[in-house]
């Protein structure tokens, strides 16, 4: 048992010594992504503008570059169902290739969540957005995490605009319960 101590007094001061670094990050849920939302929509991006806005993260670590990016709109599931088009105003990573590896800054997994899109790439994006006084819109979780905001759909997810819900979407009709996305049918609780 005295060889015990020693060793546990050791493993405690060096758990003291290897202190790491990391900031906190809010996780919304759907219901509350959608209740900040102005606007939730399923687009495309067609254009790419950088600004001269700047910022950084992370403390100065990581710079970010304003940016600018209109969509063509596929869907509303919440907010005003005749538009057609908006503009995004988030800021991308500006962070230089040499301390880039695979997308991925090196040394800093625990960076901010950036987006970026690729214009006319046909990529579509379920996003729960905030509309500004000038009409352009942010993520609902802000411009250092807008990741967790605007979500690339996968194929197999997409097809919540080629089924039965697109009419719906389309007709302006509100679901009244859970649906089956694939087949447009209620879901049996």
């Given at each position: 048992?005295?060889?015990?101590?020693?060793?546990?007094?050791?493993?405690?001061?060096?758990?003291?010594?290897?202190?790491?670094?990391?900031?906190?990050?809010?996780?919304?849920?759907?219901?509350?992504?959608?209740?900040?939302?102005?606007?939730?929509?399923?687009?495309?991006?067609?254009?790419?503008?950088?600004?001269?806005?700047?910022?950084?993260?992370?403390?100065?670590n990581?710079?970010?570059?304003?940016?600018?990016?209109?969509?063509?709109?596929?869907?509303?599931?919440?907010?005003?169902?005749?538009?057609?088009?908006?503009?995004?105003?988030?800021?991308?990573r500006?962070?230089?290739?040499?301390?880039?590896?695979?997308?991925?800054?090196?040394?800093?997994?625990?960076?901010?969540?950036?987006?970026?899109?690729?214009?006319?790439?046909?990529?579509q994006?379920?996003?729960?957005?905030?509309?500004?006084?000038?009409?352009?819109?942010?993520?609902?979780?802000?411009?250092?995490?807008?990741?967790?905001?605007?979500?690339?759909?996968?194929?197999?997810?997409?097809?919540?605009?080629?089924?039965?819900?697109?009419?719906?979407?389309?007709?302006g009709?509100?679901?009244?319960?859970d649906?089956?996305?694939?087949?447009?049918?209620?879901?049996?609780?």
């Open positions: 048992m005295k060889k015990i101590i020693p060793i546990l007094v050791c493993l405690m001061l060096l758990g003291l010594v290897f202190v790491s670094y990391s900031r906190s990050i809010i996780i919304y849920s759907f219901d509350e992504l959608t209740d900040k939302a102005t606007v939730v929509v399923i687009a495309t991006p067609t254009t790419v503008t950088a600004t001269t806005n700047q910022c950084t993260f992370d403390g100065g990581i710079m970010g570059t304003g940016v600018e990016t209109s969509f063509r709109i596929l869907g509303v599931f919440k907010g005003d169902r005749n538009i057609k088009e908006l503009t995004l105003r988030y800021f991308a500006s962070t230089p290739e040499s301390e880039m590896k695979n997308g991925v800054m090196i040394g800093y997994l625990d960076g901010p969540g950036l987006i970026s899109f690729e214009p006319n790439s046909h990529k994006y379920l996003m729960f957005l905030q509309k500004e006084a000038d009409g352009r819109y942010v993520a609902v979780t802000g411009q250092e995490d807008p990741i967790y905001s605007v979500q690339q759909l996968k194929e197999d997810e997409l097809q919540v605009l080629t089924g039965p819900i697109t009419t719906m979407i389309d007709s009709e509100q679901l009244k319960e649906v089956n996305f694939n087949t447009g049918k209620p879901l049996n609780h």
